[in-house]
């Protein structure tokens, strides 16, 4: 078998038999397909990414099978790239020197659920964890809006937040990942377990340093959620009723995400449900605090157009609110016109609706807001996640600065890099656990500018650069 990506010159045919008796997935158009996600979001990382891919994938359905890939993939110096759901939106899944994609669907055992807990292996699907914690009184604390194809493990390695952040805070803060099982790749490969805070040297690591084969997180109990819209006027006012919903104390919550009435016109699927032309609250509340919160939306100015319960929901047809918020309203308009894109961009004060408003002046119409609040160390924090119509890079980086004379903070949804986006820096905790779990450097290559810098250090000495 040839190679796809022609970046690695290994006996593909020969690595497949090997991985005997591992499943695996050597038709090219569908090794093609596995290497991709949702990189096109960006027109800067579809140029530069869509004609990335990997040789092989592997399927496997336990941890055994697991540990066989890393084995063979170390012993012939392939690279490896792990795979959930794949829909990452930075390319984190995409094969950048080709070699072995493990998809981790196979893996999908929910292992344990507790009082206030789940473990489950790395490759379930979020929508059949969240379906069996339902069944016994419980929900994850957060969970991104692709639930249906994302996989747990491939949250905690590639995501950050989601529906629940609002209430439990990000996944990173203490105690919401509660345990992480990982393998090494060597010649052996061995089991870490990360437990409190140090699961931090592993989440969000894109796949560098580690396999995770097994997620406990925590959980929280399970109302019955209604799934609210409702509109106002001003972008201003609902982005104001967005906070005071994130505030109050009478009203609990799960979402609160605020949308441009723009953004709206590219949602048919609410035509007939809500008022033309006006701007968006997407909430998710629990049934015991709607009168409240219909007192709250009364009270900031905005009229409450749809309620419904999961049942109701499905009986009218209508997908669930939160296909509606996070990365899912970018996806809404992706739908319908190609040409646009996103950022990234944190609010200084999530409290200030006078900034959000007069930076949404400063912008120009090729730049359409769209708010998500959260908790962060038990603050209330604001994010945008603008549409944004692209023209140019230049144009791109141009609104990035405007953000930032407005005192936002720009985290870039354009580059391939861990470096950029989320973290910003490089992790320097992350790349010593990289030297020790994966010392050759096969896991996601390319991905981190800083390993080429630190790959000939010790873990010890990669970790001071940390302290320094
Ligand atoms: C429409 C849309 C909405 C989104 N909403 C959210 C949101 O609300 N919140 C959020 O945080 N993100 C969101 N995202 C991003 C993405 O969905 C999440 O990060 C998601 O949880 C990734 O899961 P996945 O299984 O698809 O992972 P993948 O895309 O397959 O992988 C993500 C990264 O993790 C690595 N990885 C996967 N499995 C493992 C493993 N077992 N061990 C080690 N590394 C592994 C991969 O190599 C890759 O680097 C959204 C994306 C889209 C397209």
Request: some cysteine; glycine content about 10%.
């Amino acid at each position: 078998m040839t190679s796809i990506s022609g970046k690695t010159d290994l006996d593909w045919g020969a690595f497949a038999q090997a991985l005997a008796p591992v499943e695996v997935i050597d038709e090219p158009v569908l090794v093609k397909k596995r290497s991709r996600d949702f990189f096109w979001y960006s027109p800067i990382l579809n140029a530069e990414l869509r004609r990335s891919f990997g040789d092989l994938v592997a399927l496997p359905k336990t941890r055994d099978e697991m540990a066989h890939c890393l084995k063979l993939a170390y012993q012939a110096d392939a690279p490896v790239v792990l795979r959930g759901g794949g829909t990452g939106n930075y390319g984190q899944a995409v094969p950048l020197q080709g070699g072995l994609i493990i998809e981790t669907t196979g893996m999908n055992k929910i292992l344990e659920i507790g009082d206030g807990f789940v473990r489950a292996e790395a490759g379930a699907l979020m929508i059949d964890v969240n379906a069996a914690l339902n069944e016994q009184g419980w929900e994850m604390a957060m969970f991104p809006s692709t639930q249906d194809i994302a996989t747990i493990g491939g949250f905690i390695a590639g995501g950050s937040a989601g529906i629940g952040s609002i209430a439990n805070g990000v996944l990173r803060e203490p105690g919401n990942i509660l345990q992480l099982k990982a393998l090494s790749v060597e010649e052996e490969p061995q089991e870490y377990v990360f437990e409190g805070q140090d699961v931090l040297q592993i989440h969000h690591a894109w796949g560098l340093n580690g396999v995770i084969t097994e997620v406990t997180l925590r959980t929280v109990p399970h109302p019955d959620w209604i799934g609210c819209m409702a509109t106002f006027d001003s972008y201003r006012d609902c982005y104001a009723a967005g906070y005071a919903l994130a505030t109050a104390d009478n009203v609990g919550r799960k979402l609160a995400s605020t949308v441009d009435a723009r953004i709206v016109e590219y949602f048919p699927r609410l035509k007939g449900h809500l008022r033309e032309g006006k701007h968006l609250l997407v909430a998710l509340v629990p049934a015991g605090d709607m009168d409240a919160f219909r007192a709250l939306i009364e009270a900031q100015g905005g009229h409450l157009d749809l309620a419904m319960n999961d049942a109701e929901r499905e009986a009218a047809k209508l997908p669930h609110v939160f296909e509606f918020a996070y990365n899912h309203t970018t996806l809404q308009v992706l739908k319908a016109d190609r040409s646009a894109t996103y950022q990234q961009i944190g609010v200084p004060d999530a409290s200030d609706a006078d900034l959000v408003a007069k930076v949404g002046q400063a912008l120009g119409d090729d730049v359409w807001q769209h708010h998500e609040f959260s908790l962060l160390e038990g603050e209330v924090v604001a994010f945008d996640l603008p549409i944004i119509w692209y023209s140019t890079e230049e144009r791109l980086r141009e609104i990035g600065r405007i953000y930032e004379a407005h005192g936002h903070g720009v985290y870039d949804a354009h580059s391939y890099h861990v470096e950029s986006g989320g973290l910003k820096t490089a992790d320097f905790l992350h790349l010593a656990w990289k030297k020790r779990l994966d010392p050759k450097g096969l896991l996601n290559p390319g991905k981190s500018r800083a390993w080429d810098m630190v790959k000939d250090l010790s873990p010890e000495e990669i970790e001071a650069k940390a302290a320094g």
